[in-house]
């Protein structure tokens, strides 16, 4: 991956809906070229897919929660993954350092769902604890990262050590 696919990268994470012709434009080559090194960022699996961002309020979905769990002693974390992603309303599974295996972030219309998504949670083989914070409000998220993909080729930052 060279400069150019870092600045294409960093232009889809800021418009996934760019066309061919605009990303030409903002890196310096043809829409073919660029429509080219797309298609080897998407088969390489560097670009993984495209989506719309949605407000969780405006679908229904106005509580959003972090649940900590803590395994049992005999739990297997995989296992328990692959019984959280069962459930539609945990969005991100995140494997974690500490007490607690995994923080996953879950989103449902009410607080009585939210209480009953809880129970489901529990009751997951493996699943020993759950500690809970409802989200207030979201001040941001899921806003592109590209911290690095203006780095010249080999990553380094050139320039004088500090």
């Given at each position: 991956?060279?400069?150019?696919?870092?600045?294409?990268?960093?232009e889809?994470?800021?418009?996934?809906?760019?066309?061919?012709?605009e990303?030409?434009r903002?890196?310096?080559?043809s829409?073919?070229?660029?429509?080219e090194?797309?298609?080897k960022?998407?088969?390489?699996?560097?670009i993984?897919?495209y989506?719309?961002?949605v407000d969780?309020?405006?679908?229904?979905?106005?509580?959003?929660a972090?649940?900590?769990?803590?395994?049992t002693?005999t739990?297997?974390d995989?296992e328990v993954?692959?019984?959280?992603g069962e459930l539609?309303?945990v969005?991100s599974c995140y494997a974690?350092?500490?007490d607690?295996?995994?923080?996953?972030?879950?989103?449902?219309e009410?607080?009585d769902?939210?209480?009953?998504?809880?129970?489901r949670?529990?009751?997951i083989?493996?699943v020993a604890?759950?500690?809970?914070?409802?989200?207030l409000s979201?001040?941001f998220?899921g806003?592109?990262?590209?911290?690095?993909?203006?780095l010249?080729?080999?990553?380094?930052r050139?320039?004088?050590?500090?």
């Amino acid at each position: 991956m060279d400069r150019v696919d870092r600045k294409i990268i960093a232009e889809l994470r800021d418009n996934g809906r760019a066309t061919y012709a605009e990303l030409g434009r903002a890196v310096g080559l043809s829409p073919s070229s660029v429509h080219e090194r797309v298609g080897k960022l998407e088969a390489a699996g560097v670009i993984t897919g495209y989506h719309a961002v949605v407000d969780p309020g405006s679908v229904g979905l106005g509580v959003t929660a972090l649940v900590g769990i803590q395994p049992t002693d005999t739990a297997s974390d995989d296992e328990v993954a692959v019984a959280l992603g069962e459930l539609p309303e945990v969005e991100s599974c995140y494997a974690v350092a500490g007490d607690e295996a995994f923080v996953v972030k879950v989103r449902v219309e009410t607080v009585d769902e939210l209480e009953r998504s809880l129970g489901r949670l529990r009751r997951i083989d493996g699943v020993a604890r759950t500690r809970t914070t409802v989200v207030l409000s979201t001040r941001f998220e899921g806003r592109p990262n590209n911290t690095g993909l203006d780095l010249p080729e080999g990553g380094g930052r050139g320039g004088v050590a500090s």
